[in-house]
């Protein structure tokens, strides 16, 4: 029946509503732990830089003396 066609039709649509969701909650899930890594990672660099920084600056000060 034309109900029952319906009916059919709106279960689809749920089920391929909750596949959509839940494959964008797994690339959300993804993409933040990526971004995580990433910040993760510049800031390793940015303190290598600094400790460099540092360590170039005491040297610089030394051969003055």
Known sequence: ??????VENFRNQI????EDSA???SERDY??????RIKTEAK???DQINLFAKSE???NDDSKK
Not at 31 to 36: A, G, I, T
């Open 57 to 59: 600056n005491k040297n």
């Open 44 to 46: 390793f660099k940015d």
């Open 31 to 36: 993409y933040k732990r990526e971004l995580e």
């Open 15 to 18: 089920k391929d509503y909750l």
């Open 1 to 6: 029946s034309k109900s029952e066609k319906n």
């Open 23 to 25: 494959k964008a909650k």
